[in-house]
């Protein structure tokens, strides 16, 4: 029987500390940090994610603008947009919500951004620091994975770890984050064989694939710390990738879906953006 982690409850936690941090910059510098986030189209998901972001965003005590552009708008005129946030001595952190239009190259418009704005982490600096072990921005979920795993206490050193998914935003990362903790990592992806072997052999499991109740209770070892990335909504209820109800009966901490990695994400996001502010007021 599993202890779950709640990163509803851990976020909050978070949450109130970088509103009590929020409050020392402001009497320190006379200003608070200030969150752009660009918003291209009318995807519904897409705008209850930046919604929710705003909405931490202020309750932390925090600026956040929401700038929503048509979908038709050019690269040029989103890079020139760009531009204008990055002299723009008002604004610490520039968030484009993905996906953007296909017609808009992605790498150009994440590129353009400043990197120490980058709240996101996916300017190829900040990727190459996650790399390299070197200090910059994390990106915000496999930000939020670490902090979950940390919170249980279990020394991650020499352990094995299965990340499912290997994508930029998700897997990659939370990968070479686990290394850098020096567990002995396992990336599997949509080509891996014997997917159950490698996960009955994981001390510390993270699915980030999007395939509800992929990972099955058999494949959990007992006493395994499970992290559930995945969303998938299955007749109208949001699940994650593992059969949370199977492998809360091996694992030793599993993380919910929903109340597990989404609220952690939000709350990386908040802690980014505040050390974005102090990259670039404290220069
Ligand atoms: P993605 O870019 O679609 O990547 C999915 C990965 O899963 C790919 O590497 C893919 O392999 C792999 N995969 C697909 N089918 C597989 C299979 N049958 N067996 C093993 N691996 C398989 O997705 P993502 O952006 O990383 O997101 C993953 C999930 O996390 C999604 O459900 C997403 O909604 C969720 N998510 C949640 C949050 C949050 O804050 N809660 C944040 C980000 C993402 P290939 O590379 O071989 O195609």
């Given at each position: 029987m ?11 936690t978070?949450r109130?500390?970088v ?9 320190t ?8 986030v660009?918003l291209v189209?009318?995807d519904?998901?897409s ?6 972001k705003e909405r ?16 038709s708008?050019t690269?040029a ?5 760009i ?5 723009d001595?008002d ?5 484009v919500?993905?996906?953007?239009p296909d017609?808009?190259?992605e790498?150009?418009i994440i590129?353009?951004i400043?990197?120490?704005k ?5 300017h ?8 390299l072990?070197t200090p910059?921005?994390l990106?915000a979920t496999?930000?939020?994975?670490m902090?979950?795993l ?10 094995r770890?299965?990340v ?7 897997g990659?990362p939370?990968?070479?984050?686990l290394?850098k ?7 599997a992806?949509s ?17 980030a ?5 992929m990972?099955?209770?058999d ?28 492998a809360?009966?091996?694992?030793a901490?599993i ?11 939000i709350?990386?996001?908040?802690e980014?953006?505040v ?9």
């Open positions: 599993s202890n779950v982690i709640s990163g509803k409850e851990l976020s909050k978070i109130a500390k509103k009590e941090d929020v409050e020392k910059l402001q009497a510098y006379n200003k608070v940090p200030h969150l752009v660009v189209g009318e519904p998901a705008l209850s994610y930046v919604t929710a931490a965003c202020k309750r932390a005590g925090m600026k956040s603008t929401l700038l929503r552009k048509d979908a708008i690269q005129e989103l890079l020139t947009l531009h204008e946030l990055n002299d001595p604004v610490h952190g520039i968030l919500q993905l996906p953007i017609h808009i190259d790498n150009v590129d353009a400043k990197q120490e980058d709240v996101d982490g996916f190829p600096l900040n990727v190459a620091a996650v790399h072990g910059g921005i990106p496999p930000k939020g994975i902090t979950m940390k919170s249980t206490g279990v020394e991650l050193k020499g352990k770890a299965l499912i998914g290997r994508s930029n935003i998700v990659k939370v990968a070479m984050l290394l903790e020096h567990a002995t990592v396992t990336i992806h080509r891996t064989q014997n997917m159950g072997d490698l996960a009955r052999e994981a001390d510390i499991l993270v699915a694939v999007g395939r509800a109740n990972v099955t209770g494949m959990i070892k007992e006493g395994a710390v499970v992290i559930d990335v995945g969303v998938n909504r299955v007749d109208d209820k949001l699940v994650g990738d593992v059969d949370f109800e199977a809360k009966e091996k694992a901490f993380t919910p879906v929903p109340g597990g990695v989404g609220p952690m994400t709350a990386s996001l908040l980014n953006t050390e974005c502010f102090l990259m670039i007021e404290g220069k």
